[in-house]
């Protein structure tokens, strides 16, 4: 029997010209409506697993899952999901990172709408029916030997990870990171490791997937002009999940701050220094925290215009840096802040006291009427474009149901942004920007 709907919501999503329509089914699965006039439709399920739910022994397992989900269902097999929608103009992939895992369609609707049904009944097969079948995931193996007869999906997961472990930004970015959490996973890279992914079995990516892939943990959108009514009785009986409740998530301690500077500086076969310097901002269902940061963000490091890139290297008299910015992660257990640098590995020392001394006048001094202005523009600007697409629409409602779960955090975003004043920024600067409490990560040349 098709799950009845236990509650029905709307919220009033900016830029669009009808409230988003929620309805919650009595499993706990979630179904998202947005409209927007055109031809193209995103169909899109976010799951509430990440390496969020991993450990050390199965970290990047969810990334590994993602994978997999595509290698065929009891329909239909591996290959012939991607074949089917492609030939029809359909966009398919999914991503994982750390609070969620998402999979999207987008595609023409067709004529009269015909690509709706068959789009939903897909994406719904794949969801709730993947196969995850051994000759797909290949044969366990030494990731130390290059001798792999069976190149499976295994095998291009490591490769993956190989590449990685070659990117400076990469390895320069874990090691900051993985500093900044104490006994939380989310300091573990998303993607795992070689040995891990290499040994993992079979029976244990099936029992993750029935654990977390239930209808409580899953949020699905559908973004586009078309039939809501009809399509939400195609989801409710499309979506036959096998099992109906997962296990517990783990119990996690709340992300404990750092008490003190944490450095590490590590070697590699490159010609130039990198440099990530990483604070804990607010939980990302903090609305105004997170909103001013992005604010600090678009300040201090943003492009072109921003404190660091014309003090530090457009107006520098010695040239110590090549690339320099800033951002910010949004997490469900707390955010991030990042300073990022490329520099002249000879002022290794000149380029953190540089990058101190501009965090210290965000702290100190008050921003101007015209930096809050111009970053306050451009967060709208940013809002709005997020409202340009069908693509972007889904996503940024699948962000917001999952990692903040409340898409009213969504809708009141413009005013919170509108009343933001340069002493917020300061105090926010004052408050997430310790220069007593951060975590920098170097990679030097050898």
């Not at 927007?36 to 990334?63: A, F, P, R």
């Not at 000759?135 to 069976?150: C, L, M, R, S, T």
């Amino acid at each position: 029997m098709p799950a009845k709907v236990k509650e029905v919501k709307t919220v009033n999503y900016p830029f669009l010209t009808a409230p988003v329509e929620i309805y919650e089914l009595e499993n706990g699965h979630k179904v998202v409506f947005a409209k927007k006039e055109g031809d193209l439709i995103n169909i899109s399920s976010w799951v509430k697993t990440g390496s969020i739910n991993e450990d050390d022994h199965n970290n990047g397992i969810s990334h590994f899952l993602e994978h997999l989900m595509f290698k065929g269902t009891t329909k239909f097999k591996a290959g012939e999901f991607d074949r089917l929608l492609e030939s029809k103009g359909a966009v398919i992939n999914a991503a994982t990172w750390k609070d969620y895992t998402f999979y999207y369609i987008t595609m023409p609707k067709g004529v009269h709408g015909q690509n709706v049904d068959f789009a939903i009944k897909m994406h719904a097969d794949m969801m709730v029916d993947a196969r995850l079948p051994r000759e797909e995931i290949g044969p366990e193996f030494d990731p130390a030997n290059p001798d792999v007869k069976e190149k499976r999906e295994r095998y291009v997961v490591i490769e993956e990870i190989r590449m990685r472990d070659d990117q400076p930004w990469t390895k320069t970015y874990n090691e900051a990171n993985h500093n900044m959490y104490d006994n939380h996973p989310y300091g573990r890279d998303v993607i795992g490791t070689k040995e891990i992914i290499a040994n993992i079995s079979q029976e244990e990516i099936v029992d993750y997937y029935n654990s977390y892939y239930t209808p409580e943990n899953i949020t699905t959108i559908v973004a586009g002009d078309i039939d809501f009514e009809k399509a939400l009785t195609l989801i409710r009986g499309e979506f036959k999940f096998k099992h109906q409740k997962g296990k517990e998530k783990p119990g996690l301690a709340e992300v404990e701050p750092l008490k003190a500077p944490v450095y590490v500086e590590n070697k590699g076969e490159i010609n130039t220094g990198f440099l990530i310097m990483g604070f804990h901002g607010a939980k990302a269902t903090d609305n105004k925290g997170t909103i001013l940061l992005e604010i600090v963000s678009l300040i201090l490091g943003d492009g072109i215009s921003s404190r660091l890139y014309q003090n530090l290297i457009e107006k520098s008299t010695k040239s110590i840096f090549n690339v320099i910015d800033s951002g910010q992660y949004q997490f469900k257990d707390g955010n991030t802040f990042f300073i990022n640098a490329n520099f002249d590995p000879q002022h290794k020392e000149q380029a953190i006291t540089a990058i101190k001394e501009e965090v210290r006048k965000m702290q100190d001094e008050l921003i101007s009427d015209e930096e809050l202005e111009k970053a306050c523009k451009k967060l709208k600007v940013k809002f709005a474009d997020s409202a340009e697409t069908v693509s972007e629409i889904a996503e940024t409602i699948g962000y917001y149901m999952t990692v903040c779960e409340s898409l009213e955090q969504c809708g009141e975003y413009l005013t919170v942004l509108q009343d933001i004043t340069k002493e917020d920024v300061q105090k926010a600067c004052q408050k997430y920007l310790d220069l007593n409490t951060y975590s920098m990560s170097i990679l030097m040349p050898q």
